[in-house]
């Protein structure tokens, strides 16, 4: 009877402890607002194709940065507004067509509306637009292969600004 109790016990502690762990994680949501109207999220010229891989690129960031640097207990909502990529699709190119030219002219930029929470507190929200006018005299961490480098960079100092605790 003693050990039923204790397997009882020991369950209920578990669940509680799983529960407390659960409501102090920090939690991320991602929305895009309207993709197909957006500047330029395609890698190439093949617009429908790519946009989605840009999408899953940008959301699947910001879930890493949310896990590495979000407060626990903390939420942070974020609607894209809007994505125009580094460089530009030049199809007329002929043997071009499917690649990003990245000139200094042609920075990346993201607008976004943000609030970050902890609890139910609001600690901030905004609508800001993210720009990288020196995107390629910076010194960028990602691999140069990484068709989001620059637009990576760009959201790693926005969410140290705005959301990280320090």
Known sequence: MRSKLFVAAALIAASNANADLKSTQPTLT?????????TDASFS????RERSAVLRGIEQHLQR???DRLAAGRSLEIEVLDIDLAGQVEPWHARTADVRIVREIDWPRIALRYTLRDGNEVLA???EQLTDMSFLRSANLYDRNDRLRYEKAMLDDWFERRVAVR
């Open 30 to 38: 991602v929305r895009f607002a309207d993709p197909r109207q957006f």
């Open 65 to 67: 940065l949310a896990a």
């Open 45 to 48: 010229y093949d617009r429908e």
């Open 125 to 127: 929200s905004g609508e």
